[in-house]
């Protein structure tokens, strides 16, 4: 074992998020323009076994959560072999994974079998025309499908559903999203719309406050309030009468910067300590280079203790960071 990561503002670090791939096979009107966006070559991407190599060292130091996330992570050839790697790294208490659900249904029986444990599903949109509106692509069934073959493995779970809360359209999504999560096992999560967009036309105006949807959702049903675990981003409630949760991620209106405990890996192996930063630190050069963990892990340390305090969303003279949501992964 190693020293214990952390950073400067002595927060432990214990929760890595992994890009896998920079490509997506949707193009969300908030995320990636509709002709996409120009792909990482292939060697460019770190392999499976660079990344097993990064994940093992970080799980010596207490990195203990691994999400792997993209772009869109299924995209990449034979995910499985990846998740089985790091599911056999003894630090790795907790291994998730981050998709759009489209190839979900097709590859969740290998992804479980390779040790795979949680999974969250975005979805912004029960109505398919509105789905396409949405994701320029119609897929909604894909999904729904996907969501559907991951509830049959009692393995994974919980199973999470993503919706980002977006201004002039979340509105008519929300009592929906209530009523699918009464009716299934699943915890809904409506996120607010952050400034990763590819256009960078993100402003305040296009935030849906999480406080105006926990409203909307109390107009209808009786929520029991769960509270915020630490380290977790979601304050988490039930259903007096339902079998799901709804969740609220409020990074915009009720940051939880002060015990983030994540720091997040690009596909190409840059090292980021925050969504927003504007600074990254190179890993893949050193992994190629013929660096020792112990080199790596004095590079990790180094970049990790200059963490950002705060993200600065919202306020005066914050820049949005070059990389889009997809090319730094979820």
């Given at each position: 074992?190693?020293?214990?990561?952390?950073?400067?503002?002595?927060?432990?670090?214990?929760?890595?998020?992994?890009?896998?791939?920079?490509?997506?096979?949707?193009?969300?009107?908030?995320?990636?323009?509709?002709?996409?966006?120009?792909?990482?070559?292939?060697?460019?991407?770190?392999?499976?076994?660079?990344?097993?190599?990064?994940?093992?060292?970080?799980?010596?130091?207490?990195?203990?959560?691994?999400?792997?996330?993209?772009?869109?992570?299924?995209?990449?050839?034979?995910l499985w072999r990846l998740v089985e790697a790091i599911a056999a790294i003894p630090g790795v208490h907790d291994?998730?994974?981050?998709?759009?659900?489209?190839?979900?249904?097709?590859?969740?029986?290998?992804?479980?079998?390779?040790?795979?444990?949680?999974?969250?599903?975005?979805?912004?949109?029960?109505?398919?025309?509105?789905?396409?509106?949405?994701?320029?692509?119609?897929?909604?069934?894909?999904?729904?499908?996907?969501?559907?073959?991951?509830?049959?493995?009692?393995?994974?779970?919980?199973?999470?559903?993503?919706?980002?809360?977006?201004?002039?359209?979340?509105?008519?999504?929300?009592?929906?999203?209530?009523?699918?999560?009464?009716?299934?096992?699943?915890?809904?999560?409506?996120?607010?719309?952050?400034?990763?967009?590819?256009?960078?036309?993100?402003?305040?105006?296009?935030?849906?406050?999480?406080?105006?949807?926990?409203?909307?959702?109390?107009?209808?049903?009786?929520?029991?309030?769960l509270g915020r675990e630490r380290h977790g981003t979601a304050r988490r409630y039930a259903f007096a009468d339902?079998?799901?949760?709804?969740?609220?991620?409020?990074?915009?209106?009720?940051?939880?910067?002060?015990?983030?405990?994540?720091?997040?890996?690009?596909?190409?192996?840059?090292?980021?300590?925050?969504?927003?930063?504007?600074?990254?630190?190179?890993?893949?050069?050193?992994?190629?280079?013929?660096?020792?963990?112990?080199?790596?892990?004095?590079?990790?340390?180094?970049?990790?203790?200059?963490?950002?305090?705060?993200?600065?969303?919202?306020?005066?003279?914050?820049?949005?960071?070059?990389?889009?949501?997809?090319?730094?992964?979820?």
């Open positions: 074992m190693r020293e214990p990561l952390s950073d400067g503002h002595r927060r432990p670090i214990g929760d890595v998020r992994i890009s896998v791939t920079d490509r997506c096979n949707f193009r969300c009107t908030y995320c990636m323009p509709a002709e996409g966006l120009p792909w990482l070559d292939r060697d460019q991407l770190l392999s499976y076994e660079e990344i097993a190599r990064l994940v093992r060292l970080l799980s010596e130091m207490g990195v203990h959560d691994v999400r792997l996330t993209g772009g869109e992570p299924l995209v990449r050839k034979e291994l998730s994974l981050t998709t759009n659900g489209y190839l979900l249904e097709q590859q969740v029986g290998d992804l479980v079998a390779a040790g795979l444990r949680r999974v969250n599903v975005s979805l912004d949109s029960l109505a398919a025309d509105r789905f396409f509106q949405l994701t320029r692509r119609d897929s909604l069934h894909r999904v729904l499908a996907g969501l559907e073959a991951a509830q049959a493995y009692p393995q994974l779970r919980p199973i999470k559903v993503n919706a980002v809360a977006l201004r002039g359209f979340t509105e008519d999504e929300v009592l929906r999203f209530a009523q699918f999560a009464r009716e299934q096992p699943y915890e809904v999560r409506f996120i607010e719309f952050m400034p990763l967009d590819a256009d960078q036309a993100w402003d305040m105006d296009k935030v849906l406050p999480n406080a105006e949807v926990l409203a909307i959702i109390e107009s209808e049903y009786e929520l029991v309030p339902g079998r799901g949760e709804i969740g609220f991620i409020s990074p915009v209106t009720e940051p939880f910067c002060g015990d983030c405990n994540r720091i997040r890996l690009t596909a190409e192996g840059m090292l980021r300590t925050c969504l927003f930063s504007l600074h990254e630190t190179d890993l893949r050069a050193p992994l190629r280079g013929g660096a020792s963990d112990d080199e790596l892990e004095e590079i990790v340390r180094d970049a990790v203790w200059r963490k950002e305090l705060k993200h600065h969303v919202g306020e005066p003279g914050f820049r949005q960071p070059p990389r889009s949501m997809s090319r730094i992964g979820g």
